[in-house]
């Protein structure tokens, strides 16, 4: 057939020359190429026709068998199709397949349920905009890759939705949604507990304190290192449990007061804080490269701050160093705690700010603490959208360090950065 067209080709270049030449002498160039082009036309569908004629039977039965084995995976295609769509209809969990412009493409029975997609008013509707209001419209529109945790279901708020979003191919993606409201019952149920166990707990504290601090031991000499350990471990049980009614609070907390936070003030305060603690056991240092400020809660970040430097202090023996850093990174800001203390095995980095983690128990109670600091840094930071990382060497020292997004940058005594 390729063979005949070129011919075809080669002839009616010259077929078409020739109608022309015709047309121009007879003043009707136009007319000539059309007579000429009908007649080309005619000739390939008479070929055709000839060159079908004598196709061999075989060739054709082939054609024929091709043709079923064809329909066949066709059909097989669209059963396998139908088994996954099925398949994908059943799960719990939420999927939408979106196209490059965010536009929805399809969608499962769980997205009806927890989403409030209806077919067909939403196929092809712009999801941001079908769910604007809600915090998933925002996070989509945010662009922000990490998954979004615990979120009211726009179609029942009672139910608590986590959501990711995955690529699929190279300009689609898959928004997938659980349903976690077991997890989150559970999770409130042990929010709650832990924060009425602190709160009852903090009235008796406070009374056996009380008669601690009453407690003359020049009364009874023989009772006085008696006294001291009792006076000691009420003061940790106290300790433990405020800090205990401290991520309470943080964690039950919605939103953050965002204040104008000078850090020239707050980085001088933490340096006498870490001085006093220190007793003059230690070189603290304060470098602040850059001006700048923060946009957040004061005391929160005050008390993150302090919990880093008091474990600076806590965990670095005489004669150590301990550095306070401020600085304006390309991301944002960093505060920065560095010491040349005891250090933490890296086998140990991972967990730290676990509650009641503890890389040494000894050393920790010893030094006052309620295994509880790290804890609360994590949560005031993540409330300001920043990050804790860590870096250290056993027996070379730690650097604590604050990340915090250009978002929250200010300008000091002025606008944002
Ligand atoms: P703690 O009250 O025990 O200090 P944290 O939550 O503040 O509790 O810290 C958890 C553990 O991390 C500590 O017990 C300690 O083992 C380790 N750690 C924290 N900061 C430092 C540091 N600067 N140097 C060495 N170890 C540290």
């Known amino acids: 057939m390729r063979l005949s067209a070129v011919r075809l080709g080669a002839g009616s270049a010259a077929t078409l020359l020739a109608a022309a030449a015709i047309g121009h002498a007879l003043d009707a160039t136009a007319w000539g190429l059309a007579i000429v082009a009908s007649l080309a036309l005619a000739t390939v569908l008479l070929r055709l026709h000839h060159e079908e004629s004598r196709m061999p039977a075989t060739a054709l039965s ?185 991520l309470s609070r943080l964690e039950t907390r919605p939103k953050l007061v965002e204040e104008h936070v000078a850090m020239g003030a707050l980085l001088t305060t933490l340096r006498k804080e870490a001085e006093a603690l220190s007793h003059g056991r230690h070189t603290v240092t304060l470098e602040i490269t850059d001006d700048a400020d923060l946009l957040g809660s004061l005391k929160e970040l005050h008390s993150a701050f302090s919990n880093l430097v008091s474990n600076a202090v806590r965990y670095t023996p005489t004669g150590g160093r301990i550095h306070i850093r401020w600085r304006r990174t390309p991301e944002g800001a960093v505060f920065a705690v560095s010491d040349t203390g005891y250090g933490i095995p890296l086998s140990h980095q991972a967990r730290l700010t676990e509650r009641f983690y503890r890389v040494s128990s000894s050393r920790s109670r010893e030094t006052g603490g309620t295994g509880l600091g790290l804890s609360i840094v994590k949560h005031v930071l993540n409330l300001h959208q920043a990050r804790l990382t860590v870096e250290s060497e056993p027996g070379r020292g730690s650097t604590f360090a604050a990340e915090f997004g250009a978002r929250r940058v200010l300008e000091p005594g002025g606008g944002e950065a």
């Open 62 to 246: 082939s054609t024929v068998a091709d043709a079923a084995r064809h329909a066949s995976r066709t059909r097989r295609l669209a059963g396998q199709l139908r088994a996954l769509r099925n398949a994908a209809a059943a799960l719990p969990d939420a999927l939408v397949l979106l196209d490059r412009e965010s536009r929805v493409r399809w969608f499962n029975e769980a997205a009806v349920r927890l989403l409030g997609l209806r077919r067909p008013r939403d196929r092809r509707a712009v999801l941001s905009v079908r769910l604007a209001g809600t915090a998933i419209a925002d996070w989509l529109t945010g662009g922000d890759d990490a998954p979004l945790d615990d979120v009211p279901a726009p179609a029942d708020p009672t139910l608590h939705l986590s959501l990711s979003l995955l690529p699929v191919g190279h300009d689609q993606r898959l928004l997938i949604a659980r349903d976690i409201s077991n997890l989150s019952r559970l999770e409130q149920v042990r929010r709650d507990f832990v924060a009425n166990v602190s709160h009852e707990l903090r009235t008796p504290l406070t009374v056996i304190h009380g008669y601690l601090e009453l407690l003359d031991p020049e009364d009874a000499p023989e009772l006085e290192p008696v006294i001291g350990e009792m006076r000691l471990q009420s003061r940790r049980m106290g300790q433990i449990v405020e800090d205990l009614l401290t």
